[in-house]
């Protein structure tokens, strides 16, 4: 029987998230294999077949670290998770940080 973890994406990346947070070794493997993904797109915007192996594997490890059946990372989300974790860049205009979003 699927339970609303099973089936809730939001639920799916709060496992993921706690999975990371609490087991450094996942954390590692995550980074290493979104690493692994190349930081651009093809020339045709299609997912080259070592990049659609690299994605089916850290989907499968993902799975194995939740204990859940994950529905899995795109390539779109692969692409954001690799550019915050690995190119350690995020969309500072959003930053709840930054002094020019204050009220």
Same mark, same amino acid.
């Given at each position: 029987?699927?339970?609303?973890?099973?089936?809730?994406?939001?639920?799916? /990346?709060?496992?993921?998230?706690?999975? /990371?947070?609490?087991?450094?070794?996942?954390?590692?493997?995550?980074?290493?294999?979104?690493?692994?993904?190349?930081?651009?797109?093809?020339?045709?915007?299609?997912?080259?077949?070592?990049?659609?192996?690299?994605?089916?594997?850290?989907?499968?490890?993902?799975?194995?670290?939740? @204990?859940?059946?994950?529905?899995?990372?795109?390539?779109?989300?692969?692409?954001?998770?690799?550019?915050?974790?690995?190119?350690?860049?995020?969309?500072?205009? /959003?930053?709840?940080?930054?002094?020019?979003? @204050?009220?």
């Amino acid at each position: 029987m699927q339970t609303a973890q099973d089936t809730d994406p939001h639920a799916q /990346l709060r496992t993921l998230y706690m999975s /990371l947070l609490t087991r450094q070794e996942h954390f590692d493997e995550f980074k290493q294999l979104l690493s692994m993904y190349p930081a651009a797109p093809g020339e045709d915007e299609t997912e080259p077949p070592a990049a659609a192996e690299v994605r089916q594997k850290l989907n499968q490890r993902i799975r194995e670290w939740t @204990g859940t059946p994950f529905a899995g990372l795109s390539s779109s989300q692969i692409q954001m998770w690799r550019a915050i974790v690995v190119d350690e860049r995020i969309n500072v205009a /959003l930053s709840p940080w930054k002094e020019s979003n @204050g009220y």
